[in-house]
Structure formats: structure tokens, C-alpha cells
């Protein structure tokens, strides 16, 4: 099969929507996939089963989850447009508005659904500015009490994202404390309650027994429906971004040039300056670079147990979350084909990109 391709194992998948699902039997929570992290939609008949639908950060995604996820369809914007609105409400069961303002605005038009607001507790997990939500002069969401108890007779809901690949139980907990604590005269008038995504549950050794009891007490204390919106835990090592060799040089380090571009097929990782997840083990090492032209285009340094020959096949591991959601068409570099692995082992090519798609992205 011709390189470069995001290959989805579908067993994998399944392992991490089992655990999703014991969550939410125990802890009585529900849960959303967030569709800003992963949105192919080719495995959906598969998380549907484990789900209870998707949450959105657009129209475009809102309609996504509406047409090819369904179950219960979120809508979340940081901004509504006029033009938008009604036909968001047509997708949508529940809308959560990110300001007062916007639910001032247009609170009316989605009074035949349920209306939610975002709180800002003014605290988070992320360690990175760029994605914290907590930031200062953070746009997202409301975080003065006395403002939003003068809206709850037009919410019954809201939705508080402040948790960012959190594996710490113990953080977690103490941090639904403070929120219990400082808002808790709120939640008390509430019917639901969305804690947001970030909560890293599919990772090794992560206590869920603690979690979903944890949950499931939150939502007795305050009579609330718990939703969770998980993005990168649903997903989180399903997927590989398969690439080849086609050129080796050195200079100081011996480098391999694979045909694909960290820009354009796992920019998060430059934005975050991350490395991607390659090979570690024997005794050569190489630089596993991009294509593009980019001086930085770099997926990170990787180890393998024999030299590395042009044509010779390198799989970069976890290329799920906020990757193929990102994937642009920088330097005109073909687009990685999505691939899946089915449960018997065989591949099955789901899209694949042309010179027409890079074409028909500009005009
Ligand atoms: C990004 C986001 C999520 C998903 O976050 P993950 O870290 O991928 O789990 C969920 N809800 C909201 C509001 C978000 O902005």
C-alpha cells in the first residue's frame, strides 16, 4: 500500500471505547466524543455503540456529528454568527453559549432546546499557555458567579473545560473540589453539568474505578447529569502515520527524509514542540525529518535495530488526536490517505488525496 497513510486500528479503538463505557456504567456520566480532536468518520458506527454522542466547536463540526455520529449532538462555539444560529439549533439537542452575550443575543431563537453556558472556573491542568483555558484574559466562557445567577432562569446546564491531558487522579479530584466549593450554590440549580474533556482515563494504569466513583458522587451531591467530552482519551494510541524512506544524508547526525511533513500531517507537535513517537530500539539512530522545506520540518530523533535503507517503512505512533483534524496542504505535499485496520487484520483504504483536493482547496 502507497505511503503516506494514517493507519486507524480499529482493536485498538475498541480497547479505549471499553473503557469509556465501564466509566459511564458505573459513574452514571455520559459521554461525548469531541470532534475537534478526531473527526474520521469512517469509524463512528464503531464508537457509536461505546458513546453517547458528539460535541462540537463549529457549525461545521456540529453538522458533522449531526449527520454521520448522532446520538446526543452538543453545540458549543466560541462565538455564534447571526447567519449561523438557526441552523446550528436544527442540529443540535443541547447549545451551550460561551458568553452572557451571546446567550443574551441569542437565548430566544434556541428556546426549543436545551441552553447551557461555559464557565471559566479560572483554573486548569494545561501547563502550555496556548491551550490553557485558564489563561489570563481568557475569552472562554463566564467566571463570575453573581453574573451567571443572573441568567439561570435561561440555562440548565453548564459546560467547565479545564482539565488538559490530566493523568493525575489526585489532581482531578482536588480540582472538582474547588470547582464544588466556589460554585456550588450554582450547580445545586443546574440539571447538567459538563466537566469537558482533558481527562486522560484511557491511559495506562489510570485509576477509572476512583474516577467514576468520583463522578458519580458529584452528580448525587448536586442532582446533575455528568457529561464528559473526551477527545484525545477516546482516541489516544488507535492510529499511526506510516511513511517511507526516500532519501538518507548525514550532517553530524545521520538523517532520514520520509514522504511526509510534520507541518503538514502532525502539526500539533510543533506547535507544541513535541516529539513524535518513533522507533527506539537497536543501535542506529537517525533524525526522522519531513519533506517539506521547512529548516524545522522534524518528527524527532528515532533508533532502529538495522541501518536504515531508502524505501524502508517508518510508523510514527499516535497520529489520532488533533493530527488528521490539522492536516493542511503545505508545500503541496501529498495528503496522508486514511487506512483502516479492521478487527480480522486486513486494510481497507477509507480516502485517499489527490492533486485534485490540493487544487479544490484554493481557488
Ligand atoms: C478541546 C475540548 C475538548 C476535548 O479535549 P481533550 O483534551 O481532547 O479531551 C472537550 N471539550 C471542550 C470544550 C474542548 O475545548
Same mark, same amino acid.
Request: charged share 25%; aromatic share 10%.
Given at each position: 500500500?502507497?505511503?503516506?497513510? @494514517? ?10 471505547? !471499553? ?17 475537534k480532536c478526531f473527526a474520521s468518520w469512517s469509524v463512528f458506527n464503531?464508537? &457509536? ?32 454568527? !447571526? ?12 447549545? #451551550? ?15 426549543? #432546546?436545551?441552553? /447551557?453556558? &461555559? ?9 502550555f499557555d496556548l491551550a490553557d483555558p485558564a489563561r489570563p484574559f ?24 479545564? $482539565? *488538559?491531558? $490530566? ?9 472538582? /473540589?474547588? +470547582? ?25 494504569? @489510570? ?6 466513583? &468520583? ?15 473526551p477527545g484525545e482519551a477516546a482516541i489516544t494510541d488507535t492510529t ?7 532519501? +538518507? ?8 527524509? %520520509? ?11 510543533? #506547535? ?15 533524525? +526522522? *525529518?519531513?519533506?517539506? *522545506? ?26 489520532? /488526536?488533533?493530527?488528521? %483534524?490539522?492536516? $493542511?496542504?503545505? $508545500?503541496? %505535499? ?10 480480522? /487484520?486486513?486494510?481497507? %483504504? ?14
Amino acid at each position: 500500500m502507497q505511503t503516506p497513510f @494514517y493507519l486507524i486500528d480499529k482493536a485498538a479503538l475498541r480497547r479505549n471505547m !471499553e473503557i469509556v463505557a465501564r466509566l459511564r456504567e458505573v459513574s452514571g456520566a455520559k459521554a461525548l466524543l469531541a470532534l475537534k480532536c478526531f473527526a474520521s468518520w469512517s469509524v463512528f458506527n464503531l464508537m &457509536r455503540d461505546y458513546m453517547d454522542g458528539t460535541t462540537s466547536s463549529s457549525l461545521y463540526e456540529l453538522h458533522l456529528g449531526a449527520e454521520k455520529f448522532g446520538g446526543e449532538t452538543h453545540a458549543y462555539s466560541v462565538a455564534w454568527a !447571526e447567519h449561523e444560529i438557526d441552523e446550528a439549533v436544527g442540529y443540535a439537542d443541547k447549545i #451551550i453559549f460561551n458568553s452572557i452575550g451571546q446567550l443574551e443575543r441569542f437565548g430566544e431563537r434556541a428556546g426549543g #432546546i436545551t441552553r /447551557g453556558l &461555559r464557565l471559566n472556573p479560572r483554573f486548569s491542568t494545561s501547563g502550555f499557555d496556548l491551550a490553557d483555558p485558564a489563561r489570563p484574559f481568557s475569552r472562554l466562557g463566564e467566571w463570575d458567579p453573581v453574573k451567571i445567577e443572573g441568567v439561570l432562569d435561561r440555562i440548565s446546564g453548564v459546560m467547565i473545560h479545564y $482539565n *488538559c491531558e $490530566n493523568r493525575d487522579f489526585a489532581l482531578f479530584d482536588q480540582q472538582l /473540589g474547588r +470547582i464544588e466549593a466556589e460554585f456550588g450554590s450554582i450547580l445545586q440549580r443546574l440539571d447538567w453539568v459538563s466537566l469537558g474533556g482533558g481527562i486522560h482515563f484511557t491511559g495506562e494504569g @489510570y485509576p477509572v474505578e476512583a474516577l467514576a466513583a &468520583r463522578l458519580k458522587a458529584f452528580s448525587e451531591r448536586f442532582g446533575v447529569q455528568v457529561y464528559l467530552e473526551p477527545g484525545e482519551a477516546a482516541i489516544t494510541d488507535t492510529t499511526t502515520l506510516e511513511v517511507t524512506v526516500l532519501d +538518507i544524508l548525514e550532517n553530524e547526525k545521520k538523517l532520514a527524509i %520520509v514522504d511526509a511533513s510534520i507541518e503538514a500531517h502532525m502539526l500539533d507537535l510543533l #506547535i507544541y514542540r513535541e516529539a513524535a513517537r518513533l522507533p527506539q530500539e537497536g543501535d542506529h539512530a537517525y533524525q +526522522i *525529518c519531513g519533506k517539506s *522545506c521547512l529548516a524545522g520540518d522534524i518528527f524527532g530523533d528515532a533508533r532502529f535495530v538495522r541501518p536504515l535503507q531508502v524505501g524502508d517503512r517508518v510508523s510514527v505512533r499516535d497520529a489520532a /488526536g488533533y493530527t488528521m %483534524v490539522k492536516k $493542511n496542504w503545505f $508545500n503541496g %505535499v501529498k495528503m496522508p490517505a486514511i487506512v483502516l485496520r479492521q478487527e480480522d /487484520g486486513s486494510l481497507t %483504504v477509507v480516502r485517499d488525496f489527490g492533486y485534485e483536493d490540493y487544487r479544490a482547496s484554493l481557488s
